[in-house]
């Protein structure tokens, strides 16, 4: 099973891709904006746990922001 966690360096994404690892998973741990990095590949299971994709421009433009979301859930 491919298992993609996004937000891997923060507390949540690095304690699961942890334990995943442990159990013997296939886990990608991905730390970067997803805009510009996605690994495009077909993974069987997301655990998205990336914060704030753009700072300030996130901030002032909430469509901007969910959009990147929708984009990595395809």
Same mark, same amino acid.
């Given at each position: 099973?491919?298992?993609?966690?996004?937000?891997?360096?923060?507390?949540?994404?690095?304690?699961?891709?942890?334990?995943?690892?442990?159990?013997?998973y296939n886990?990608?741990a991905h $730390?970067? !904006? /997803?805009?510009?990095?996605?690994?495009? &590949? $077909?993974? !069987? /299971?997301?655990?998205?746990?990336?914060? &704030?994709?753009?700072?300030?421009?996130?901030?002032?433009n909430?469509?901007w922001?969910?959009?990147?979301?929708?984009?990595l859930?395809?």
């Amino acid at each position: 099973m491919k298992i993609l966690v996004t937000g891997a360096d923060g507390f949540l994404g690095s304690k699961t891709v942890k334990y995943l690892k442990d159990r013997g998973y296939n886990v990608t741990a991905h $730390t970067q !904006d /997803v805009r510009q990095s996605l690994p495009y &590949e $077909t993974y !069987d /299971v997301l655990y998205h746990f990336a914060a &704030e994709l753009g700072g300030i421009k996130g901030i002032n433009n909430n469509l901007w922001d969910i959009a990147g979301n929708i984009e990595l859930d395809r």
